[in-house]
């Protein structure tokens, strides 16, 4: 599995979703610029918590939502029942599936209730029923889960563009061998990565972002150089920010590391 899909993670490919999550940051902002300028208090927890949901939304299940304005919608509640381990049969359920997963499998105990389930095994298998339907290409997982499925998907040449250093690793050599054992991957395998990488971001991203604001708050001048740095790399990128010139924020990544 892991020879299989390591060419969906190289340089090239996540700098191809940059734009996705471009859109969601755009759509994050203006929600605070055009919202109530009274708000002296924010919730950042839970406003971050929606924007991580709608960046996993756009680059890992290939839909677009607007947490912040349409605060009920279904990907976001299914999302947090999939991320919320409260609850006291929901705790053994899981110790059962991560002590002894082949008694678990024989008492077929499954870990999330079948509505969550299915509502994100449908929601892939019909996105990738409209991309093959219609020709549709998207830089999201989706499609690049698609094309490992379809064998189609390879290790590119570095286009000589340095995206390694600070926070950003080099890339593993898993996969990159001309004759790997491949995995044919089903629908079920598909949204099974596609949930794995809810499960990375969802929470960790959100908390990450918590605690960043917090410490810029009561450090201000922490605060002010890190202003400095991003309105020097806008007026550089022409208030359009690229995927290079953030690798380039030193400072940017000394603060979220």
């Known amino acids: 599995m892991r020879a299989t899909l390591s060419p969906s993670f190289t340089s090239s490919k996540m700098r191809a979703m940059f ?8 759509q994050f902002v203006h929600y605070f610029q055009n919202g109530d300028t009274k708000i002296a208090t924010v919730e950042f927890k839970d406003a971050f918590t929606r924007f991580a949901n709608d960046v996993i939304a756009s680059t890992a299940f290939g839909i677009t939502c607007d947490s912040l304005n349409d605060r009920e919608n279904e990907f ?10 409260r609850g006291f049969w929901k ?43 219609n020709g549709t290409v998207r830089p999201d997982m989706i499609h690049l889960l698609m094309e490992a499925r379809k064998g189609r998907l390879r290790h590119e040449q570095s286009d000589g563009v340095i995206d390694t250093g600070f926070a950003v690793i080099e890339e593993s050599n898993v996969g990159k061998e001309e004759k790997r054992q491949t995995k044919q991957l089903s ?4 949204t099974a990565q596609a949930l794995i990488f809810f499960f990375a971001g969802f929470d960790t991203v959100s908390t990450l972002m918590c605690f960043a604001v917090y410490e810029l708050a009561v450090n201000p001048d922490v605060q002010q150089k890190l202003r400095e740095e ?21 400072y940017m990544d000394m603060v979220i590391s």
Do not use: H, W
């Open 19 to 26: 734009g996705l999550i471009t859109e969601c940051t755009e």
């Open 91 to 133: 705790n053994i359920k899981f110790l059962l599936l991560f002590i002894y997963p082949p008694l678990s499998k024989l008492l077929g105990i499954n870990l999330f209730d079948k509505n969550v389930t299915e509502f994100f095994r449908r929601l892939v298998k019909t996105n990738i029923q409209f991309r093959e339907k």
């Open 230 to 250: 991003v309105d020097e790399t806008l007026k550089n990128c022409n208030g359009s920010l690229t995927y290079e010139a953030l690798l380039k924020m030193k």
């Open 76 to 85: 976001y509640i299914m999302g947090k029942e999939v991320t919320t381990f």
């Open 187 to 190: 629908d079920d395998d598909v």
